[in-house]
């Protein structure tokens, strides 16, 4: 029988032990909360009272825990599980911490003939209940066949971005989308309350509009760098996200996002970029960072060539 230990069993990893079980694992289990433990006991998992105890029995550990700290103490800690792997079990890391914290584990992992892999995931607690997940892995390329067929159990999309490190950044960018936008999300709603609209029909409306499709719209643009294929004039945008500013003022709404995009737009057209794409505005971000995004100048390490 296939044996996995999962450290970790909240919001993410109760749905991550279902999956296991249901996939016919023998699933060992540690937490320091007794309920969450006892939750995923009744549904089958057996509960091991330490870290260690979870290590003596598997060669595969899935962890989600809530901080680098957390997981650092339970990996490479006073009695982490790296102490107790045997050589060449698996080890994942489906928390989200950073990417030097996923390196640094790395480092340690090959020092001890483990394997590491940073794995955090997107999707929420119904993703990893529906075994639905999607999954960012950093680790070595020539191991990665070994972990898919685990990750499958509760993955529906999984990609292989790189060494360790690679996973963390990817999802750190990407939660730093769906924050950004939830806070974009609440200032135009209050503006939009304050005008007096209804806000379902808003949404409804942003639903149909681009507003939540501006990575399919102009992600082309920004991956190939190509500013000149012009699908709406950056003087255009910068007209609307000023006029935007100026109605938020009207309606007393404070306008974070708001005004650090209408500069970042300002500079833009500063530099001459207003007859080109609205997405050029991505050049200026290049430019204070000293690089092309994309150009091979712009990497630092994690991406494996
Ligand atoms: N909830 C989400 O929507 C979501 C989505 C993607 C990624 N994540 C990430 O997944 C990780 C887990 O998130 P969550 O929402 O399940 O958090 P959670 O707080 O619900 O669960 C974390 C669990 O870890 C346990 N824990 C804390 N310290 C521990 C320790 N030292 N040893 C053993 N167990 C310990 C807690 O008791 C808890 O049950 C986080 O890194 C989070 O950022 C969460």
């Given at each position: 029988m296939k044996t996995v230990g999962i450290i970790g069993c909240g919001a993410m990893g109760k749905?991550?032990?279902?999956?296991?079980?249901?996939?016919?694992?023998?699933?060992?289990?540690?937490?320091?909360?007794?309920?969450?433990?006892?939750?995923?006991?009744?549904?089958?998992?057996?509960?091991?009272?330490?870290?260690?105890?979870?290590?003596?029995?598997?060669?595969?550990?899935i962890t989600s825990l809530p901080t680098p700290s957390i997981?650092?103490?339970?990996?490479?800690?006073?009695?982490?599980?790296?102490?107790?792997?045997?050589?060449?079990?698996?080890?994942?890391?489906?928390?989200?911490?950073?990417?030097?914290?996923?390196?640094?584990?790395g480092q340690k992992a090959e020092e001890k003939n483990i394997l590491f892999f940073d794995?955090?995931?997107?999707?929420?607690?119904?993703?990893a209940n529906d075994g639905t997940l999607t999954i960012m892995v950093g680790g070595k390329r020539g191991s990665f066949p070994k972990l898919d067929p685990i990750l499958k159990v509760v993955g529906e999309h999984i990609?292989?971005?790189?060494?360790?490190?690679?996973?963390?950044?990817?999802?750190?960018?990407?939660?730093?989308?769906?924050?950004?936008?939830?806070?974009?999300?609440?200032?135009?709603?209050?503006?939009?309350?304050?005008?007096?609209?209804?806000?379902?029909?808003?949404?409804?409306?942003?639903?149909?509009?681009?507003?939540?499709?501006?990575?399919?719209?102009?992600?082309?643009?920004?991956?190939?760098?190509?500013y000149d294929n012009v699908l709406f004039s950056l003087e255009h945008m910068l007209k609307d996200v000023s006029l935007y500013g100026e109605t938020a003022k009207t309606m007393k709404v404070p306008s974070f996002i708001g005004s650090v995009t209408q500069g970042l737009f300002e500079i833009a057209e500063e530099k001459g970029k207003g007859k080109l794409d609205t997405s050029a505005v991505c050049e200026v971000i290049g430019e204070l960072a000293g690089a092309g995004i994309g150009t091979s100048n712009s990497t630092l390490s994690v991406t494996e060539k």
């Open positions: 749905g991550i032990v279902k999956n296991f079980l249901k996939t016919g694992y023998k699933v060992y289990v540690y937490d320091l909360n007794e309920q969450a433990l006892k939750r995923v006991a009744e549904k089958g998992a057996i509960i091991a009272h330490s870290p260690k105890e979870v290590a003596m029995n598997v060669n595969i550990v997981v650092k103490e339970t990996l490479v800690g006073k009695d982490g599980i790296f102490t107790y792997l045997e050589k060449e079990s698996i080890v994942i890391d489906m928390s989200t911490v950073d990417s030097e914290t996923a390196k640094g584990l794995c955090p995931v997107s999707g929420g607690p119904s993703g990609f292989y971005l790189g060494k360790n490190g690679a996973g963390q950044a990817a999802k750190l960018c990407h939660n730093m989308i769906v924050a950004s936008t939830i806070v974009s999300l609440g200032e135009t709603f209050m503006v939009a309350s304050r005008a007096g609209l209804e806000l379902e029909q808003l949404a409804e409306v942003m639903r149909k509009g681009s507003a939540t499709r501006v990575l399919d719209v102009f992600g082309e643009n920004i991956l190939k760098g190509e």
